[in-house]
């Protein structure tokens, strides 16, 4: 029974590096078939927007299903709420330049691995709003949730 929990949690993993955590996964149902030993995990509620702990049993993994409380808050929180990034940080013209977070993973601290998410950042060089795949937990305000608001908001700012 081990060696298949051993094989699930490494699968759960690739799965995490391999598309990482979107809106989509907001909605996943976090209720789980048991197959297994139950372990505690933390999910995304959707409905009360915010990270409630869950029984696992092994089947049906989601990427909605995280290891701590602060793994579940640090990736779905900023990606399942209607604000995003950018309702916690305001994005100025010191942050059109301030993209040294490009091209440097970052593990988040107590984090079991890393986390990615696909955002949109303002390239300063090419002078337009680019997609890009965000390892940090933290950083700067040069992140949206979209084109659209990447172009509203930093485009005026970043060519006036």
Do not use: Q
Request: hydrophobic share 30%; charged share 25%.
């Amino acid at each position: 029974m081990f060696p298949k929990l051993g094989l699930l949690v490494f699968l759960s993993i690739c799965v995490y590096m391999s598309r990482g955590f979107t809106k989509t996964d907001c909605n996943e149902n976090h209720e789980r078939v048991s197959c297994g030993s139950k372990s505690k995990r933390f999910t995304w509620n959707n409905e009360k927007k915010l990270c409630i702990e869950a029984s696992y049993g092994g089947c049906n993994s989601t990427l909605n299903n995280f290891p701590s409380r602060l793994d579940c808050e640090r990736v779905a929180r900023p990606i399942c709420t209607k604000d995003f990034i950018n309702a916690m940080n305001a994005f100025s013209k010191n942050d059109c330049k301030h993209d040294t977070f490009i091209g440097k993973p970052l593990e988040c601290p107590g984090a079991n691995y890393k986390y990615f998410y696909d955002v949109w950042i303002w390239d300063n060089r090419r002078e337009k709003c680019i997609e890009w795949v965000h390892f940090n937990c933290n950083g700067s305000p040069n992140r949206f949730a979209n084109k659209e608001d990447c172009e509203r908001i930093a485009r005026p700012i970043c060519t006036s």
